[in-house]
């Protein structure tokens, strides 16, 4: 068979063929297991989280479950369907294990099912980091599978068709030199705590996101959680470092409703959120946030909005764009809800679904 890249694998998988993945050879992208990780097995969920955080620190790849591999001339190739049963695999609990095991969580992974009927694959997406200098890490095994101490870490890395653990020597340069750049932090000083480091580091991550070529056209996420909430703390200059700020906010679904109001008091947000809305058709969450707070805007907003996200060659679904023009809070819900369904189990709709709807408090004054 033809070889094919790692977007066209995906396409097939979207599409329930994952027998178009037969032949492919594992690779720097792509690897491929017989059976499914054992949730309840603490030596499996520790080779997810080390398989997952293997492939976001190289640049992203696609784990497939369900597919068995037979060696050709040194090289492991996707040879045969194995056959996992839908029922047998509970999407939910991989995607919460990956969340809460591999540090930090990697975005907009995707956990999928992918088959003709009752028996298919299971397959995991991970994409590229949002933020390149990012390292992801695990709890370092220590003896008994499962039993992680708090201060210990590894990092995983791909490489070639393996992913391994990153050798002490070179875990420890990175540590040197993270310190070079922002100091040796107390153990009961937190680093995050300072806010010139807060400042500088944002002001970093924002530079970096605001050069040529850095993929700004997409929504990137610049800061974590912890670091959105302190930076609501330091009084910020200039429109575009607030859309940096306010475009990594809409990720944690905590922060939509902060979104919500900036969007009320920015005149340039209600563009920059129409552009984020116009890749809803993919059901990645961050969009189909974006698209309820535009039904809650001004007139003039929601117009503007579903005029960006109509442009050229984008096309909002067409419910979802005339809740949007009428302000239909409620509409809008249902077919976020809808929406989600085609990609998401039951447990994660309903959470997704609570916490973009439930009232939301705290202060994030990032205008």
Not at 2 to 11: C, K, L, T, W, Y
Not at 131 to 153: I, L, N, R, S
Not at 193 to 209: G, L, P, Q, V
Not at 352 to 365: H, I, Q, W
């Amino acid at each position: 068979m033809s070889p094919i890249d790692r977007e066209a694998a995906r396409a097939a998988l979207d599409d329930n063929n994952p027998a178009a993945l037969l032949g492919l050879r594992e690779g720097q992208w792509l690897d491929a297991k017989g059976r499914p990780y054992n949730t309840k097995d603490p030596k499996s969920v520790e080779e997810l989280a080390k398989d997952v955080a293997g492939f976001a620190n190289g640049g992203g790849g696609l784990l497939v479950i369900g597919i068995s591999t037979q060696k050709e001339h040194d090289e492991e190739v996707l040879a045969e369907l194995t056959g996992i049963s839908r029922e047998a695999v509970d999407l939910d609990q991989l995607r919460k294990l990956i969340r809460e095991r591999v540090y930090p969580a990697p975005l907009d992974v995707t956990v999928g099912w992918s088959g003709d009927g009752g028996s298919g694959v299971v397959f995991i997406d991970i994409p590229p980091p949002t933020e390149p200098d990012c390292v992801f890490v695990v709890a370092a095994p220590v003896g008994k599978p499962g039993q992680t101490k708090t201060d210990t870490v590894a990092v995983p890395v791909r490489q070639a068709d393996g992913t391994h653990w990153m050798p002490r020597p070179n875990i420890q340069r990175l540590l040197a030199a993270g310190r070079g750049v922002l100091g040796m932090p107390g153990v009961d000083e937190p680093l995050r705590s300072d806010r010139a480091y807060i400042e500088r580091t944002i002001k970093n991550r924002f530079h970096k996101w605001n050069e040529m070529g850095s993929g700004r056209h997409r929504l990137m996420r610049g800061c974590t959680r912890d670091e959105l909430s302190l930076a609501a703390k330091v009084p910020w200059e200039g429109e575009e470092l607030r859309l940096f700020l306010l475009g990594s906010a809409i990720q944690e679904r905590y922060m939509v409703r902060h979104w919500l109001d900036a969007c009320r008091s920015t005149p340039k947000l209600p563009t920059f959120l129409g552009k984020i809305i116009s890749t809803v058709l993919n059901g990645r969450r961050p969009p189909l946030r974006a698209s309820w707070c535009a039904t809650q805007l001004p007139k003039e907003q929601r117009e503007a909005t579903v005029a960006t996200a109509c442009g050229g060659d984008r096309i909002l679904e067409g419910e979802l764009s005339a809740a949007i023009l009428e302000g239909d809070t409620r509409r809008a819900e249902v077919e976020i809800e809808r929406i989600l369904r085609t990609q998401f189990g039951e447990a994660e709709v309903v959470f997704e679904m609570r916490e973009l709807t439930a009232s939301d408090g705290g202060d994030f004054p990032l205008i």
